[in-house]
Nanobody
Framework: QVQLVESGGGLVQPGGSLRLSCAAS????????MGWYRQAPGKQRELVATIINGGSINYADSVKGRFTISRQNGKNTVYLQMDSLKAEDTAVYYC?????????WGKGTLVTVSS
């Protein structure tokens, strides 16, 4: 069984920063990449950032220049550094791992940006 566990969410003021972490465990092969998605209240889940094997990175337009995704070599661990946070970044952030054409999801970590 593949398990993804997110951490690092919390309450932060606008303009502040948070760093999210996601650790994957289990028997995993043929990993295509890892990434972060988010879901705000009343909204659909949306892609935030992905990092693919080989180093290709993709960001949503809304977070470009503010968020940075990275992956630890040799580990199924992915991070999301979030800077210059805005109120509209408030959401539950979900870790994603794609392997052999299958998407695996964490349970999410809540990020609240408010003064």
């Amino acid at each position: 069984q593949v398990q993804l566990v997110e951490s690092g969410g919390g309450l932060v003021q606008p303009g502040g920063s948070l760093r999210l972490s996601c650790a994957a465990s289990g028997i995993i092969f043929s990993i295509n990449g890892m990434g972060w998605y988010r879901q705000a209240p009343g909204k659909q889940r949306e892609l935030v950032a992905t990092i693919i094997n080989g180093g290709s990175i993709n960001y949503a337009d809304s977070v470009k220049g503010r968020f940075t995704i990275s992956r630890q070599n040799g580990k199924n661990t992915v991070y999301l550094q979030m800077d210059s946070l805005k109120a509209e970044d408030t959401a539950v952030y979900y870790c994603n791992l794609r392997a052999n054409g299958i998407n695996y999801w964490g349970k999410g970590t809540l990020v609240t940006v408010s003064s």
